[in-house]
């Protein structure tokens, strides 16, 4: 999916998002921003994970 969506936008079109995102959040927020973002799909992954080993140790009740 991610290079469907890539494959929308050629080199301007992203030039241009960039040149938003910096003039709306500031050049000192964006690594803010981005490790907060990091952090989040980490923490999600993490709870996938979880989610995926709780459900592996219950045993079927409609067995």
């Not at 999916?1 to 003039?23: A, K, S, Y």
């Not at 964006?30 to 996938?48: C, D, Y």
């Amino acid at each position: 999916m991610n290079t469907i969506l890539l494959g929308m936008f050629g080199g301007q079109e992203i030039w241009i998002i960039l040149l938003v995102v910096v003039l709306l959040f500031g050049a000192k927020k964006i690594p803010q921003l981005m490790r907060g973002i990091g952090s989040g799909v980490k923490e999600f992954k993490e709870g996938m994970k979880e989610g995926d080993t709780t459900s592996a140790e219950k045993p079927d009740a409609n067995k």
